[in-house]
């Protein structure tokens, strides 16, 4: 398994961190959000999902990834 940890822009309720993580696990990932910190911490499996696939689930939502 690896590990990354994204700062995402825009998440500003709790409703926001349950889209992301939502996001973050149809692609097969674990996406835990920390809001205050507005980090994103993701494991996910290499053979599986690429940090790519994450990102671009978080941005298909309307947040951004920076
Ligand atoms: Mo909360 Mo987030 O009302 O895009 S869902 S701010």
Known sequence: ???????????TCGHCVSAVE???GQTGAVGKVD????????????GKVTIEAVKAAIEDQGYDVV
Do not use: I, P, R, T
Request: net charge neutral.
């Open 1 to 11: 398994m690896a590990n990354a940890v994204l700062k995402v822009e825009g998440m």
């Open 22 to 24: 939502k996001a973050v």
């Open 35 to 46: 809001l205050a910190s507005k980090k994103v911490s993701v494991e996910y499996d290499e």
